[in-house]
């Protein structure tokens, strides 16, 4: 059997993180890489091991050996490269946010309709194993009826007024930072599980560092200042470190969730918890192997993750024994897995049900972003509303 053969736009954190968990697959293979100039791409393709290197995406999606494309680019470019990659007759997967605007997400999913491809959107928290397990208890009542969820996305990454990075620059990252870049996992990972949809919101947003300290270098992702000898030049800045939002979803339950990426001590704290008639589940995803059961009548429980204990339909996603823990690098394999199994066995995207988040799920999320940014300027509860492409309406 001939391997998938996939392009990879983007090399900077996120990009090299889709190619290890694609090489875990073995029937898929990346085959070349795009960068901002020859030079670049030429250099990451040699440390990535990738044969081809493209200085231009528009020769890389003209290459016909390539059947897909990642886009792993920053935000400002999400939309014109995925309606690129589209209308090259190529498969996509992109990052969140699928585009900085609901009107772009929502033609790129009526593109996507159109032109038959398999598109998707890397929102890889749904994709842990004990996620998937608590989303058959909720599917199944184990806990009974949904009563209220609430939860947090917390970081610290941008807690010191010399962290800076692309993502601060509205121009680039978007409007919104810590909504529609952390925000939109919780979101997307709340809704998964309880299969209920946020219908309404009241944010509350603020900038909790309004002028930071750029160094004139570049500066990565996550990454960390270490020469004190570094130049800095004073950036104001309008995008939000902060966030509490309380929703209302679509069957009148209530929630609320607050995102920081200003938080100390927080590396990558995604959790949630979801109070039920009959008990509570809370889940960490940086103690991902765990889920917190609680009950009023009897001892509360931890659930480990094992594939022993769990339903028939989370089992597909565990892939280790008990006490052989799996995390976020497994959660992301298992996006590809799931992504790329349903083009290995010629799924029709607009018929057969994915098992990963789609260009739905994006414009949906960029919808709700929206609608939080809305809420925060106006001050009121504002309705989510994502309208479906009913006609193609290009944006040029």
């Given at each position: 059997m001939?391997k998938?053969?996939?392009?990879?736009?983007?090399?900077?954190?996120?990009?090299?993180t889709h190619?290890?968990?694609i090489?875990?697959?073995?029937?898929?293979?990346?085959?070349?890489?795009?960068?901002?100039?020859?030079?670049?791409?030429?250099?990451?393709?040699k440390?990535?091991?990738?044969?081809?290197?493209?200085?231009?995406?528009?020769e890389?999606l003209?290459?016909?050996?390539?059947?897909?494309?990642?886009?792993?680019?920053?935000?400002?470019?999400?939309?014109?490269i995925?309606?690129?990659?589209?209308?090259?007759?190529k498969h996509?997967?992109?990052e969140k946010p699928?585009?900085t605007?609901?009107k772009?997400?929502?033609?790129?999913?009526?593109?996507?309709?159109?032109?038959?491809?398999?598109?998707?959107?890397n929102?890889?928290?749904?994709?842990?194993?004990?996620?998937?397990?608590?989303?058959?208890?909720?599917?199944?009542?184990?806990?009974g009826?949904v009563?209220?969820i609430?939860?947090?996305?917390?970081?610290?990454?941008?807690?010191?007024?010399k962290?800076?990075n692309?993502?601060?620059?509205?121009?680039?990252?978007?409007?919104?930072r810590?909504?529609?870049?952390?925000?939109?996992?919780?979101?997307?990972?709340?809704q998964?599980?309880?299969?209920?949809?946020?219908?309404?919101?009241?944010a509350d947003?603020a900038t909790v560092?309004?002028v930071?300290?750029?160094?004139r270098?570049?500066?990565?992702?996550f990454g960390?200042?270490?020469?004190?000898?570094?130049?800095?030049?004073d950036v104001?800045i309008?995008?939000?470190d902060?966030?509490?939002?309380?929703?209302?979803?679509?069957?009148?339950?209530?929630?609320?969730?607050?995102?920081?990426q200003?938080?100390a001590?927080?590396k990558?704290?995604?959790?949630?918890?979801?109070?039920?008639?009959?008990?509570?589940?809370?889940w960490?995803?940086?103690?991902?192997?765990k889920?917190?059961?609680?009950?009023?009548?009897k001892?509360?429980?931890?659930?480990?993750a094992d594939?022993?204990?769990?339903s028939?339909?989370a089992?597909?996603?565990?892939?280790?024994?008990?006490?052989?823990?799996?995390?976020?690098?497994d959660?992301?394999?298992?996006?590809?897995?799931?992504?790329y199994?349903f083009?290995?066995?010629?799924?029709?995207?607009?018929?057969?049900r994915?098992?990963?988040?789609?260009?739905?799920?994006g414009?949906?999320?960029?919808?709700?972003?929206?609608?939080?940014m809305e809420?925060?300027?106006i001050?009121?509860?504002v309705t989510?509303?994502?309208?479906?492409?009913?006609?193609?309406?290009?944006?040029?």
């Open positions: 001939d998938i053969k996939v392009g990879i736009i983007g090399t900077g954190f996120i990009g090299p190619i290890e968990a090489r875990r697959l073995g029937f898929v293979e990346v085959i070349a890489v795009a960068e901002s100039s020859q030079e670049t791409a030429e250099r990451k393709a440390e990535l091991g990738v044969s081809k290197a493209y200085g231009n995406y528009h890389m003209a290459d016909p050996d390539i059947q897909v494309v990642h886009n792993c680019t920053p935000n400002h470019l999400h939309f014109s995925n309606k690129a990659i589209i209308l090259a007759g996509v997967l992109s699928l585009a605007s609901a772009e997400s929502k033609e790129l999913l009526a593109l996507a309709k159109k032109y038959k491809v398999v598109h998707g959107v929102f890889n928290y749904r994709q842990y194993s004990i996620v998937q397990q608590l989303r058959t208890m909720m599917r199944d009542q184990v806990l009826k009563n209220l609430h939860g947090s996305y917390l970081q610290d990454w941008l807690l010191y007024e962290d800076y692309w993502r601060l620059a509205p121009e680039v990252g978007g409007k919104s810590a909504v529609a870049d952390i925000g939109s996992h919780w979101c997307d990972t709340v998964h599980i309880t299969g209920k949809k946020i219908v309404k919101v009241f947003l560092i309004p930071r300290k750029k160094a270098g570049n500066s990565s992702t960390t200042l270490t020469n004190e000898n570094d130049e800095f030049e104001k309008s995008t939000e902060y966030a509490t939002v309380l929703l209302h979803f679509e069957d009148g339950t209530r929630g609320a969730f607050t995102v920081s200003v938080s001590g927080h990558n704290k995604l959790s949630f918890e979801v109070n039920c008639s009959h008990g509570s589940a809370y960490n995803q940086e103690e991902p192997e889920l917190w059961i609680g009950h009023r009548d001892a509360n429980e931890i659930l480990l594939p022993s204990l769990y028939q339909d089992k597909a996603f565990i892939h280790h024994p008990a006490g052989h823990n799996e995390g976020w690098p959660a992301l394999k298992n996006m590809m897995l799931n992504f199994t083009i290995l066995e010629g799924k029709d995207p607009l018929r057969d994915a098992t990963f988040a789609t260009f739905e799920d414009h949906l999320s960029m919808c709700i972003t929206e609608a939080i809420s925060n300027e001050g009121s509860w989510v509303t994502p309208e479906p492409p009913k006609e193609l309406e290009l944006l040029g």
